[in-house]
């Protein structure tokens, strides 16, 4: 019968798609930049490069294992991607993690958050829901009470959907 | 101070004691418009409308501030830690680029060690 | 033959479970824990409001539904039922609205604010029991699910879709998008959800308005007997999974 035919091919041409889709999805990103590049400048632009020399003021910042920053790997809607960042810190008055700052690489204002901490916090710690236009890396500069910089950056797929 | 907005202040874990630490929670109803949309149906620019300071404080005194973009989700969830000191009132202060300021509480009960 | 055609180059682009798309532990973690703070919490709490001071509470509900107020959110649990008053099977935002006629109050329109967040509130007063719709419990319900069967089942609109096209298999993927079975995902115990393309509180109904109108189709007014017959159905397949009512859920 035709139809069960028909279910039958649905099996074998989704098998075959497993190979497709890497390309598939590159194009539907480079799509999705194009149609999305804003014609419009938003208020607070500011490339990352910039934005993080505001916050280290030039000061050397290096990657550190001590940040774990959690994000999805494949995020399931570019308008409310979760950013979670942890600081190994004893946030004591004399060791503490003064500041946590949120940045993106490719939105026109690279900046998201900074968070100013205290010892009474107890631990460094801060979660929030950022927006994401397009594929692109999340990276979290850290300053210590010392005056010293760490980051830590994680790469998020974002990609147009199928559906809705 | 009356709220404008809606929000909320969530404490976890319910139950806590002194010298624990907990992570507070808050969450606010606010469209965080970046200023680079289209209004779908008048084809005009949604100007620029989001939170961009918030303070944390724990009986009046800050324990937290916050500077945030407008590249934050709308209806925004922030969360940090607290280190509980004793019996007393979180007040989470919060203004908006617009000049818009509100104030949400939470009363921090802890229980007997 | 054309439709069939159709048909086809589109499931070539769906992908089955396991493949590189669909979603690691990890981040599944990470959207359960966001679960904890849904921003529907705040628009429940508003229907909660809404709920007591306009609709008169649980005393109220409980007596337009001939219920016991003990009994109430077990019978909520079991929605869309019959409901001998309303002459028909409705789901709990066509009864908020009966209520409003009966108080001799304006009709709120099924997609309102109002109406989502405070069904919301609603359903969620039977948080955490079973999702049990029981579709042999009259022969009107009988008719629905039947009806919803169907429906869940005909092909409609130019790509020839069927619910069932995208909701059968667990763990399908459409570009990177999961596609529930509806079963297994408690879409009958988990709507009214948030849904984070919209920033907003929604109903399934609603959501399922959206859906067909992406798969090409005429969307089913709300509260029509065809889309009540739907939600029966869905919801079913829940109640088969033994699913558990968790409102407000959280979707893409």
């Known amino acids: 019968m035709e139809r069960r035919n028909f279910i039958k091919n649905i099996m074998a041409v989704s098998a075959v798609a497993v190979t497709v889709p890497n390309s598939l999805l590159a194009e539907e990103t480079e799509k999705a930049k194009v149609s999305k590049a804003p014609a419009v400048k938003g208020p607070n632009d500011m490339p990352l490069a910039d934005a993080i020399k505001a916050i280290t003021d030039g000061k050397e910042v290096k990657e550190s294992d001590k940040i774990k920053l959690t994000v999805p790997e494949i995020a399931e809607n ?22 946590i700052h949120i940045l993106n690489t490719k939105n026109s204002n690279s900046r998201c958050a900074d968070i100013m901490l205290t010892p009474a916090n107890g631990k460094a710690y801060f979660s929030t829901r950022v927006k994401l236009a397009e594929t692109q890396e999340i990276v979290t500069i850290v300053e210590l009470s010392d005056g010293t910089f760490m980051k830590a950056g994680k790469s998020i797929k974002v990609t147009i959907g199928g559906c809705g | 101070m009356a709220e404008k907005r809606k929000s909320m202040i969530k404490i976890k874990p319910k139950k806590y004691k002194v010298g624990d630490i907990v992570k507070v929670d808050f969450i606010v109803i606010h469209p965080m418009d970046t200023g680079m949309a289209k209004d779908k149906k008048t084809g005009k620019i949604i100007p620029a409308h989001y939170i961009n300071d918030i ?48 104030s949400k509480s939470k009363k921090v009960k802890p229980k007997k060690a | 033959m054309k439709k069939i055609v159709l048909t086809l180059a589109l499931t070539g682009t769906f992908v089955l479970a396991g493949e590189q798309y ?17 921003p529907a919490d705040i628009f429940v709490s508003d229907g909660e409001e809404i709920f007591e001071e306009e609709f008169g509470g649980e005393e109220s509900l409980a007596k337009f539904l001939d219920v016991s107020e003990k009994d109430l959110a077990k019978y909520i649990a079991g929605f869309p039922r019959y409901v001998k008053k309303m002459g028909n099977v409705v789901g709990l935002d066509q009864v908020l609205q009966a209520m409003e006629v009966e108080q001799g109050k304006k009709k709120d329109a099924l997609d309102s604010e109002k109406i989502f967040n405070t069904s919301a509130y609603v359903k969620s007063l039977a948080n955490d029991l079973p999702v049990s719709i029981d579709v042999k419990e009259n022969k009107e319900i009988e008719n629905s699910f039947a009806l919803g069967k169907k429906l869940y089942n005909t092909r409609r609109g130019y790509r020839g879709l069927s ?59 709300l509260g029509s007997k065809e889309m ?6 869905i919801t079913n397949l829940a109640k088969e999974n033994k699913k558990v009512v968790t409102i407000p859920g959280l979707k893409r």
């Open chain 3, 163 to 221: 619910c069932n096209s995208c909701h059968s298999l667990p763990g399908s993927v459409l570009r990177t998008q999961s596609l529930p079975s509806l079963g297994g995902a408690n879409a009958g115990g988990t709507w009214p959800a948030y849904r984070m393309t919209l920033s907003k509180l929604v109903t399934l109904q609603e959501r399922s308005r959206g859906c067909m109108k992406d798969a090409g189709q005429e969307p089913l007014p």
């Open chain 1, 78 to 99: 570019g308008a409310v991607v979760p950013v979670k960042v942890e600081v190994e810190s004893p946030m004591t008055e004399e060791d503490y993690v003064k500041s």
């Open chain 2, 55 to 102: 303070t944390f404080s724990f009986d009046g005194k800050p324990f937290t501030k916050m500077k945030i973009w407008e590249s934050v989700s709308q209806n925004p969830y922030f969360s940090v830690n607290m280190k509980v000191t004793g019996k007393g009132k979180i007040t989470v202060d919060y203004t908006d680029n617009l000049g818009e300021k509100n």
């Open chain 3, 228 to 233: 009540v017959a739907l939600e029966v159905y």
């Open chain 3, 22 to 38: 669909s979603m690691s532990a990890a981040d599944k973690k990470m959207y359960e824990e966001m679960l904890e703070n849904n």
